[in-house]
């Protein structure tokens, strides 16, 4: 640690949008403190570890389609060699129906309703299909800037505006309840216009995809982005907590660590997810007070098992999602021995299972889920070897969710901003919605400072012998 422990601008957060704002604004030659409560960065989008295996259980977003996505840029801007891996194909099936379908990338509403009504069992009336094609089509083409701008607008209201029949709402709302992992309901009731098509358009209709990163997200990105600080001449502090955002006359002047020490700056970024923020204030700063409480309402369940199984009953080499049609409830199913070729293996395939749902739930969601998954492969309860599972808190699908959202920077503490995940502007999902926001908020703080410029070349990584 330098000895005067001061800096241009602070990061507090080792997460995909801490490491995107950190490494942008050293790349623009500001003096960086990023500050990381964990050993490694990217704790929360760590491996997973059974039986010798690591279990990568986050697909990273990747909005490919819209101006190439958000940690692609900041990736290219430092040329690091991250190995990107496009997710493998995705089949589905519907519980109680015998077969599966292999999704094509649906890249317009009459390639969607193709698809979907030869998957659906339910007789169809021309209208019907002429009533989705149309209301899909407008969800499609709305232009991404715009699109991001109806994170406050209720699906519900927009669907009415389109004068939407009931079929048209079913489907589209359950084909976001898909991506999300979460029954229809919860998604109708809550998800914006900007919830339902930026999943829809990502995942299903070529605007994106979801990738596996090699070895794992926090290892193979996340890490090495975060070690650019340093290599640009700021500090990176790990294992070190912030307890408090010290303000004075109105205005950030630094952070206090937990263990007593502190650090100055004029800036100071908050990027360690907003139920932390409070924490580090003697007085809420009000802008948080309606996101805060509405992220509070919005909680939900993420759960996730990988098992390895000592016989080969997956029949699949694709990710597979399976809908119930009784439970509403949405599953999904990565054989990660072949999305992760790169893996130790012994032979014995290497299987995650992931569930969403609404906080609260009572049903035990791991013997429901074995229940479903040993009517798709016979003999699954009787392979079930090592396993391990794991939950979640977390609030990735807040920026989908209509209300109000943390803003960018502080209205009334000069230099604090805010520049995590389910913060406005709101650009994307999951990893890319956080990235964006890292990089937004390091443009908008170098922008400030007046540095808007790439620092020299000299700091760029130009690989040996070039
Ligand atoms: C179960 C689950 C599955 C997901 N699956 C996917 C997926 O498949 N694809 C995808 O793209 N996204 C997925 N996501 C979403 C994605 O993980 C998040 O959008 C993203 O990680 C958010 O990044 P962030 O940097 O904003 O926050 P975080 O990753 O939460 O980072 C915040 C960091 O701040 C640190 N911190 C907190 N308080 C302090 C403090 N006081 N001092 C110092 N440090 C502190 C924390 O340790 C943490 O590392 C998933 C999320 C969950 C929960």
């Known amino acids: 640690m330098g000895e005067s422990n001061e800096f241009e601008a602070m990061v507090v957060g080792g997460g995909i949008a801490g490491v995107a704002c950190a490494a942008s604004l050293a790349i623009r030659d500001v003096r960086t403190l990023l500050v990381a409560e964990t050993a490694l960065l990217g704790h929360n989008v760590r491996a997973v570890e059974v039986d010798g295996r690591r279990a990568q259980v986050q697909q990273v977003a990747w909005h490919f389609g819209w101006g190439g996505g958000h940690w692609l840029k900041v990736v290219r801007e430092h040329n690091l060699p991250v190995p990107v891996h496009f997710a493998l194909p995705i089949e589905a099936s519907m519980r109680g129906l015998p077969g599966r379908n292999r999704l094509p990338i649906m890249v317009s509403a009459s390639a969607t309703a193709d698809f979907l009504f030869r998957l659906l069992p339910v007789p169809v009336e021309p209208e019907q299909r002429r009533d989705l094609e149309r209301v899909l089509q407008v969800g499609m083409m709305i232009p991404w800037e715009e699109l991001c701008l109806l994170h406050d607008q209720p699906i519900g209201v927009w669907l009415d505006d389109q004068g939407a029949g009931e079929l048209t709402r079913m489907v589209i709302e359950l084909l976001a309840a898909v991506v999300a992992g979460l029954p229809r309901d919860a998604v109708s009731d809550t998800f914006s216009v900007f919830g339902i098509f930026c999943h829809i358009r990502t995942y299903f209709a070529g605007d994106g995809c979801f990738t596996l990163i090699e070895p794992d997200p926090q290892r193979g990105l996340i890490e090495p982005l975060g070690q650019q600080v340093e290599a640009l001449g700021g500090e990176l502090w790990r294992g070190v907590k912030v307890d408090r955002v010290l303000v004075e006359s109105g205005a950030v002047t630094g952070v206090q660590m937990t263990d007593g020490r502190v650090a100055h700056a004029p800036v100071v970024a908050l990027a360690a997810g907003n139920t ?28 996730m098992v990988a098992t390895v199984l000592d016989e080969p009953v997956v029949d699949t080499d694709e990710n597979l999602f399976i809908h119930d049609p009784t439970t509403g409830a949405n599953i999904w199913m990565i054989p990660l021995h072949k999305a992760e070729p790169w893996q130790p293996t012994d032979g014995r395939q290497f299987i995650l299972q992931w569930w969403g749902g609404v906080s609260g739930d009572t049903t035990d969601p791991v013997a429901y889920m074995d229940d479903v998954f040993e009517e798709e492969f016979p003999g699954w309860k009787r392979a079930i070897g090592p396993r391990r599972r794991f939950d979640r808190k977390h609030h990735w699908l807040n920026p989908c969710y209509v209300g109000p959202k943390v803003p960018r920077r502080s209205p009334g503490i000069r230099g604090l901003f805010y520049v995590g995940e389910s913060t406005e502007p709101v650009a994307g999902i999951a990893s890319e919605q956080a990235a964006f926001a890292g990089y937004d908020g390091a443009l908008t703080i170098a922008s400030e400072l007046g540095r808007t410029a790439l620092g020299s070349p000299a700091n760029l990584r130009v690989p040996a012998g070039i």
């Open 276 to 303: 932390r923020i409070p924490a580090y204030f003697d007085e809420l700063p009000p802008e948080l007070g309606a996101p805060l409480a509405k992220e509070a309402r919005f909680k939900h369940q993420q759960l």
